[in-house]
């Protein structure tokens, strides 16, 4: 068989989450991806295989719900039944996710952001500072476990306004439809600067900084020598005398690392 085994393993694994794509590899004459024989094989498998398992996207979507319960719960009020949120698995976010092997619950939560809003960049942004993604790349790097993000001002004040609401069993409420109360928080027309630390085995904390700072973190997400940083750290305000010193304190704060590919 032409297509990789690697690559094949992944369309089965899209055909059994998502009925719509199994019609798509039998109706359409090329899909991309796939060599002829790898797909004659695909449609050599009965379809009723790839619907043996009726629960699977339900189970996958609660394991989903349970990191992301507040931004399912806005959701939820802009678009109606949290079973909608089935969906997700016949999405081009889900199919690209698959395809390039990359993280469900990331590719889950900016999916939701488009109806949750700063909400849903906020839980994103937590579920990426628990996971240690190894960065690629040689030179300094944003430490992993280590967000910036920026926000309207009151978003954390009502991300936690509604989680209280949602108290100890949020998925339960949220398929019984959950109303949310009137009186959340504003979000405010000012943006504010947030880093969230964490890890998967230590509680998430949120701190304010700077919009220079910011900057500054978010530039690193991709590995760049010293000076580089530095010449960062100058265009963003620093005095050219300063930079080294900027620099040097990230890297004693373990918030940039050194890296080789």
Not at 46 to 55: E, K, L, M, V
Not at 94 to 116: D, P
């Amino acid at each position: 068989m032409g297509t990789a085994h690697t690559t094949l393993q992944r369309f089965v694994v899209r055909m059994l989450f998502d009925p719509q794509f199994v019609d798509r590899v039998h109706q359409e004459d090329q899909i991309p991806g796939l060599d002829v024989e790898a797909l004659a094989w695909l449609r050599a498998v009965p379809r009723q295989a790839w619907s043996t398992d009726p629960y699977r996207r339900s189970r996958s979507l609660q394991a989903l719900l349970e990191e992301f319960p507040v931004s399912a719960a806005v959701w939820t009020t802009e678009v109606g039944d949290l079973r909608k949120l089935d969906a997700f698995f016949s999405s081009n976010a889900f199919h690209i996710c698959i395809h390039e092997r990359g993280s469900l619950a990331l590719s889950f939560g900016n999916w939701l952001v488009a109806s949750a809003g700063p909400i849903g960049t906020l839980e994103t942004a937590f579920a990426r500072a628990r996971r240690f993604t190894p960065p690629q790349g040689q030179g300094w790097v944003l430490a992993p476990g280590h967000e910036p993000v920026a926000l309207p001002v009151g978003t954390v004040r009502r991300y936690l306004a509604i989680r209280e609401h949602l108290g100890g069993d949020a998925i339960g409420k949220l398929l019984k439809g959950l109303d949310l109360p009137s009186n959340l928080p504003a979000l405010g027309e000012q943006t504010e600067h947030l880093l969230i630390e964490g890890g998967a085995s230590s509680e998430l904390s949120i701190g304010h900084i700077g919009q220079a700072l910011y900057d500054l973190l978010n530039g690193a997400r991709h590995a760049k020598t010293i000076v580089q940083l530095q010449q960062l750290a100058i265009s963003l305000g620093a005095e050219p005398d300063e930079a080294d010193t900027v620099v040097q304190d990230l890297i004693d704060e373990e918030l940039i690392l050194e890296i080789a590919s």
